[in-house]
């Protein structure tokens, strides 16, 4: 089914429930929205730490650890 058709399709089935169940899916519907939202701002926020160059003075330091130094190892 195209977009478009969903939508009117959901339209038509909303026009036939009670006002309490249309509020109930204008609120899912602002969830959904907030849900977009914050994975937009999450996406960019890890895409500046990732371009960041505020921590890149610690690719120059010498590793103190290595895996033969763990004690045990979780799988």
Not at 25 to 37: N, P, R, V, W
Not at 49 to 75: C, H, T
Request: hydrophobic share 35%; net charge negative; proline share 1%.
């Amino acid at each position: 089914m195209e977009r478009n058709d969903l939508i009117e399709n959901t339209i038509l089935k909303i026009r036939q429930l009670p006002d309490t169940k249309i509020k109930e899916i204008h609120d899912f519907a602002e969830f959904l929205l907030m849900k977009i939202d914050d994975q937009i701002l999450q996406q960019g926020i890890q895409e500046l730490v990732s371009n960041s160059k505020a921590f890149s003075f610690l690719n120059e330091e010498e590793d103190l650890y290595s895996v033969n130094d763990l004690k045990e190892r979780y799988k």
